[in-house]
């Protein structure tokens, strides 16, 4: 590793978008890239940590010196994160479908002639909330992301409250701003002591200030 930042944690992170099956051949998804998510995975290994990544399906390539488990649905993100514990610091920057549909048809759907099918969801697994819940495996530092086309700090501190994390990563992913999928990304942190805002900066620059962040405030714990 470049440092002994994080030397001797464990860290947990989730990455990329998940694919919620309609049928054999369809799913719904989102277009997050994974670039974030990897790129924090690289910087803890980096820093000296134990690190598994989690990773919905993503077109990057496995960061090196990490343990990358693949999977598809937020169903199978939440059993593979909750199989990987315990761990000291958990940052959740998946983008997770919020719903998937209620059925995944066993064939093909097909036309027949009449009205399209119509589309029930059902609400996934909160993997956030679940690992930041109170109990025995809950990592000392449970991190968030927010991505909001509107609104943004707002909704992102309702997050830090409503899901019970230490930090949520606040990044604006609207139309034009070139968020997912790019290189680039402009941060807010906010934590229960306050908020701080980052300049435009590259992923790994991003990840790289992100760890150096967590790091002291695990130290700041440990004291
Ligand atoms: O509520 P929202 O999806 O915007 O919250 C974003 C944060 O919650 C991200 O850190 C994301 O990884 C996490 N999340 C999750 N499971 C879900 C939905 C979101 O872990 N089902």
């Known amino acids: 590793p470049a440092s002994t930042l994080l030397a001797g944690q464990k860290v947990i992170v989730t990455s990329g978008p998940t694919h919620e099956p309609l049928d054999p051949v369809r799913y719904l998804a989102n277009r997050s890239s994974g670039k974030q998510g990897h790129a924090i995975a690289a910087?803890?290994?980096?820093?000296?940590?134990?690190?598994?990544?989690?990773s919905g399906p993503v077109a990057i390539a496995d960061p090196p010196g990490v343990t990358t488990r693949h999977v598809e649905t937020a169903r199978d993100m939440l059993a593979a994160?909750?199989?990987?514990l315990p761990a000291d610091l958990f940052i959740g920057a998946a983008a997770v479908a919020d719903w998937r549909p209620l059925i995944d048809a066993?064939?093909?759907?097909?036309?027949?002639?009449?009205?399209?099918?119509?589309?029930?969801?059902?609400?996934?697994?909160?993997?956030?909330?679940?690992?930041?819940?109170?109990?025995?495996?809950r990592p000392k530092l449970v991190i968030?992301?927010?991505?909001?086309?509107?609104?943004?700090?707002?909704?992102?501190?309702?997050?830090?409250?409503?899901?019970?994390?230490?930090?949520?990563?606040?990044?604006?992913?609207?139309r034009g701003s070139d968020v997912m999928g790019g290189d680039?990304?402009?941060?807010?942190?906010?934590?229960?002591?306050g908020e701080e805002s980052w300049p435009p900066l590259r992923k790994?620059?991003?990840?790289?200030?992100?760890?150096?962040t967590c790091a002291n405030l695990l130290a700041e714990q440990a004291e």
């Open 106 to 137: 066993d064939e093909k759907i097909k036309k027949n002639g009449g009205a399209p099918p119509s589309l029930t969801l059902v609400e996934n697994p909160d993997i956030l909330a679940t690992i930041a819940k109170t109990g025995p495996h």
């Open 81 to 84: 994160v909750t199989e990987a």
């Open 144 to 174: 968030g992301f927010a991505a909001e086309t509107q609104a943004l700090l707002d909704h992102a501190r309702s997050k830090l409250e409503r899901k019970q994390c230490d930090m949520i990563v606040a990044n604006h992913v609207g």
């Open 204 to 212: 790994e620059d991003v990840a790289r200030r992100l760890i150096a």
């Open 184 to 193: 680039f990304n402009q941060v807010t942190l906010l934590s229960h002591s």
């Open 43 to 54: 910087a803890a290994a980096a820093a000296g940590a134990d690190v598994v990544l989690v």
